[in-house]
T-cell receptor
């Protein structure tokens, strides 16, 4: 079956540091890949997505590249801000209609 | 569009009481999902519908949980009777097949005391 494994948290960084949150997946077929973000007290919001191999999703300074050869979709940002503090979920959708989520990574940015 | 709308935002109830959570999906979306989020288990898919028909309810934890979608613009998740271990944040999400991402509501924080 489909599964997503993402970096265990929590992750704490200083403002302006470089961020990487690792995500690898197992899926049948050719999945679409997503990163969702959940700010405190809110629902999940789509941050970025990629629908085929070598696609790069980007939004709000975050990027992730769909790597079929390594079955990965790592999230990166060059310079994080305090406002990026949130929980980040990697997810995939393949064949069937439901999203498969990772366990989430809590990110805290210290001023 | 207003997005996915859930009500209530917060619910506190006593053990044994019936609880009904409500969701209005984004207009035109043909898939609706109910998720539960807890610290221990993370995000769990409970059930999802396509064109108002339940497709997969294998994530529903017990018979105490039931979900309905009487029309394309409304769904309910009912817990009867409620128990303290049902305390969680319940999210509703909707999507349109031709677009791959799902859009989430703000969630209902349920506390059963």
């Amino acid at each position: 079956g489909n599964s997503v494994t993402q970096m265990e948290g929590p992750v704490t960084l200083s403002e302006e540091a470089f961020l990487t949150i690792n995500c690898t997946y197992t899926a049948t077929g050719y999945p679409s890949l997503f990163w969702y973000v959940q700010y405190p007290g809110e629902g999940l919001q789509l941050l970025l997505k990629a629908t085929k191999a070598d696609d790069k999703g980007s939004n709000k300074g975050f990027e992730a590249t769909y790597r079929k050869e390594t079955t990965s979709f790592h999230l990166e940002k060059g310079s994080v801000q305090v406002s990026d503090s949130a929980v980040y979920f990697c997810a995939l959708k393949s064949g069937n209609e439901k999203l498969t989520f990772g366990t989430g990574t809590r990110l805290t940015i210290i001023p | 569009d207003a997005g996915v709308i859930q009500s209530p935002r917060h619910e506190v109830t006593e053990m044994g009481q019936e609880v009904t959570l409500r969701c209005k999906p984004i207009s035109g979306h043909d898939y609706l999902f109910w998720y539960r989020q807890t610290m221990m288990r993370g995000l769990e898919l409970l059930i999802y519908f396509n064109n108002n028909v339940p497709i997969d309810d294998s994530g529903m934890p017990e018979d105490r949980f039931s979900a309905k979608m009487p029309n394309a613009s409304f769904s309910t998740l009912k817990i009867q009777p409620s128990e303290p271990r049902d305390s969680a944040v319940y999210f509703c999400a909707s999507s349109f097949l031709s677009r791959v991402e799902a859009f989430f509501g703000q969630g209902t924080r349920l506390t059963v005391v």
